[in-house]
T-cell receptor
Framework: AQTVTQSQPEMSVQEAETVTLSCTYD???????LFWYKQPPSRQMILVIR??????QNATENRFSVNFQKAAKSFSLKISDSQLGDAAMYFC??????????FGTGTSLTVIP | NAGVMQNPRHLVRRRGQEARLRCSPM?????VYWYRQLPEEGLKFMVY????????ESGMPKERFSAEFPKEGPSILRIQQVVRGDSAAYFC???????????FGNGTRLTVT
């Protein structure tokens, strides 16, 4: 079964601090893609970062970076220098070669001023 | 390049009526996905379509729900004889043929009274 697990329903972080959101997945595929999406109160789903499973180097986008551990099937998101605008629901997702995308249940991030 | 366009943004239907949700993918995108999101929950896959073809409808209820993506025009998610349990936010997402990520619309919030 293809599943994505986000074990932290809620997280909070002080403004300017760093927070890590966890994600694990289960797949028998060797070639796949991983994503983090952000859903602010506006409900718009916004792509934050992506990672190709065949790449060993962790993806980075400005203050956002991932820790991809392929053997452990772990894909955590690190947000550095947290800002108030980072407050949102964060969804981990992965896509396999069959073109299907699977999403986790989300982590609600609160940024404390 | 306009993003994924969904309309209406809000839709109110009485029990037993039909709901039609429209999605225009981004220009150049030939793959469309529909997801459903209940309050405080993640995204549940419903159906994956390419132009004139349903690729995967494993997440869509067998009765009352149907989807299409015609050669011309938007993708349509149709819910017949709506019930209160159909109340949710419905998101459409599209992508190109290659290994690009999903781009989401703003969603349609369906309320069944």
């Amino acid at each position: 079964a293809q599943t994505v697990t986000q074990s932290q329903p809620e997280m909070s972080v002080q403004e300017a601090e760093t927070v890590t959101l966890s994600c694990t997945y289960d797949t028998s595929e060797s070639d796949y893609y991983l994503f983090w999406y952000k859903q602010p109160p506006s409900r718009q789903m916004i792509l934050v970062i992506r990672q190709e499973a065949y790449k060993q180097q962790n993806a980075t986008e400005n203050r956002f970076s991932v820790n991809f551990q392929k053997a452990a099937k772990s894909f955590s998101l690190k947000i550095s220098d947290s800002q108030l605008g980072d407050a949102a629901m964060y969804f981990c997702a992965y896509r396999v070669t069959g073109n299907q995308f699977y999403f986790g249940t989300g982590t609600s991030l609160t940024v404390i001023p | 390049n306009a993003g994924v366009m969904q309309n209406p943004r809000h839709l109110v239907r009485r029990r037993g009526q039909e709901a039609r949700l429209r999605c225009s993918p981004m220009k150049g995108h030939s793959h469309v996905y529909w997801y459903r999101q209940l309050p405080e929950e993640g995204l549940k896959f419903m159906v994956y379509l390419q132009k004139e073809n349903i690729i995967d409808e494993s997440g869509m209820p067998k009765e009352r729900f149907s989807a299409e993506f015609p050669k011309e025009g938007p993708s349509i998610l149709r819910i017949q004889q709506v019930v209160r349990g159909d109340s949710a936010a419905y998101f459409c997402a599209s992508r190109r043929v290659d290994n690009s990520p999903l781009h989401f619309g703003n969603g349609t919030r369906l309320t069944v009274t």
